[in-house]
């Protein structure tokens, strides 16, 4: 660790909000410092990627470990480092992978959940599209789903 390390950020500090490591820095707080200036290295503005690339590949890890918080923390960092709903959805992807369905699975999870919570920006509103007369098919109406019929009775 180098010497002279200068005090960092509070938003660098715990750039992805776990209350319990500002809970267990407490307990500790020259290793809760080691820990930020760790973070600081790894994930921080300095080093050839970009943090939303550095993001994206934590939040690959962490949907492989099945680590849902984890993955939407992340995910929330690299939004504020400039990556869109796209490219996060592209992330859980590639990291569906080496990690299987359930890097997929949380990865899709955490996406819906920021969705959700309204992270992402409302997709622009487009004009309504034309409708020819006499070529559309009108939507079903909707209704309550009937359940289905097993046995003799639903033979006939």
Do not use: C
């Not at 939303?52 to 680590?67: D, N, P, T, W």
């Not at 997929?104 to 999870?109: F, K, L, N, T």
Request: charged fraction near 20%; avoid cysteine; hydrophobic fraction near 40%.
């Amino acid at each position: 660790m180098p010497a002279n390390t200068t005090s960092q950020p509070e938003n660098l500090r715990n750039p992805y909000g776990y209350s319990e490591m500002d809970w267990a820095a407490q307990l500790d707080p020259a290793y809760a410092a080691a820990r930020d200036e760790v973070r600081r290295l790894s994930v921080g503005e300095d080093g050839a990627l970009t943090v939303k690339v550095k993001e994206f590949v934590v939040l690959g890890i962490l949907a492989s470990r099945g680590l849902q918080y984890g993955v939407e923390a992340h995910m929330r960092r690299a939004l504020a480092h400039g990556a869109t709903k796209e490219e996060l959805f592209e992330a859980i992807k590639a990291a569906a992978v080496p990690g299987g369905g359930v890097a997929y699975s949380v990865g899709v999870r955490a996406l819906q959940a920021l969705e959700q919570d309204g992270a992402f920006a409302p997709a622009p509103s487009s004009a309504p599209a034309q409708r020819q007369r006499g070529t559309a098919t009108p939507p079903p109406s909707p209704r309550a789903p009937t359940p289905r019929r097993r046995g003799k009775a639903a033979a006939r």
